[in-house]
């Protein structure tokens, strides 16, 4: 069971990693979204024949999974640009407001009663929010940005924990990472046309850019998934979302030990992060304790 616990930490760790992964990059991150789902779909088929899985579903269902996709696609490119356009730290701390767009969009999604504590948590996750934005004035885009990137990502979730009642992780993924790389093809025209200043698509890999691709794509997103999923098996799903929590702490940490001095920040960042994720961290504790019923666990889609 240790064992067990020290791997779902480093898994997240993992995930914490992907921000500084987006700033290595040289590939814009249209470009990089594109190549991270097209390898990681690659790696998930290659999981499903390896284990014997049914792939093959009815079109309705399909479609339906490609569409996630698609809006996984847009959740992916908005983090990356949020990294380029701000610091790590900053980034990782607007992604962070997951816990309160999950709070609001649940209630809508899945028709289930508005919670108080939630409510009051969300306060102060916006608090803590105002804090962070008022002590990185010079970053407030990038900010914004990963506020979006994170409301995005709720959806999906949200989504997600319908779908899995349906379609075994690994399938449902495959066709999700399937789904957004297909998109990101349809959309290359128009942004090809309108969004790169002449330069066109920037599809080349340069320097290290193989490597970190590898990295994102084989380790942070292929092998980081599929070994979730069998955590999720044998650990709770308290225990699961309460680590998860801890991800833009760990990635924090680590943007301070790759980038240094780039990545220290004014004290006011550090009590309205520090706000955030105790909102956050609180949140599975005070739903534990009031014994509310939580939706069906969905596999947790790396950033």
């Given amino acids: 069971m240790l064992r067990d616990y020290l791997k779902l930490h480093f898994i997240v760790l993992l995930w914490g990693f992907t921000a500084i992964l987006g700033k290595l990059l040289t590939v814009p991150p249209v470009e990089l979204v594109f190549w991270r789902t097209l390898l990681a779909a690659a790696g998930l088929a290659v999981l499903l024949v390896a284990r014997g899985q049914q792939w093959r579903i009815p079109t309705g269902q399909m479609l339906r999974l490609l569409g996630?996709?698609?809006l996984v696609a847009v959740h992916w490119i908005t983090f990356f640009l949020a990294a380029r356009l701000s610091s790590v730290s900053v980034c990782l701390a607007g992604l962070a407001t997951l816990a309160l767009w999950t709070s609001l969009l649940e209630p809508l999604l899945l028709w289930r009663r508005v919670r108080g504590y939630e409510v009051g948590l969300g306060l102060i996750t916006m608090v803590g929010l105002y804090l962070v934005s008022q002590a990185e004035l010079d970053q407030l885009l990038g900010l914004g940005v990963a506020v979006v990137s994170a409301g995005l990502s709720a959806l999906f979730s949200v989504l997600n924990?319908?779908?899995?009642?349906?379609?075994?992780?690994?399938?449902?993924?495959?066709?999700?990472?399937?789904?957004?790389?297909?998109?990101?093809?349809l959309f290359f025209p128009v942004y090809s046309h309108y969004f790169t200043q002449g330069q066109g698509l920037q599809l080349a890999w340069h320097g290290y850019d193989w490597l970190w691709l590898a990295v994102l794509a084989g380790v942070c997103t292929v092998y980081a998934f599929s070994t979730s999923v069998e955590l999720m098996k044998r650990l709770s799903p308290f225990a699961v979302n309460l680590t998860i929590n801890l991800e833009p702490?760990?990635?924090?940490?680590?943007?301070?030990?790759?980038?240094?001095?780039?990545?220290?920040?004014?004290?006011?960042?550090?009590?309205?992060t520090l706000l955030i994720v105790l909102s956050v961290l609180i949140h599975p504790l005070v739903a534990r304790l009031m014994k509310d019923k939580q939706p069906a666990l969905a596999p947790p889609m790396p950033v």
């Fill in 68 to 70: 996630v996709g698609a």
């Fill in 249 to 272: 702490v760990y990635g924090i940490g680590l943007a301070v030990l790759v980038f240094g001095s780039q990545e220290r920040m004014a004290p006011g960042f550090y009590w309205g």
């Fill in 161 to 185: 924990a319908k779908l899995i009642k349906t379609h075994p992780p690994l399938r449902l993924t495959f066709y999700e990472m399937l789904g957004a790389c297909l998109s990101i093809v």
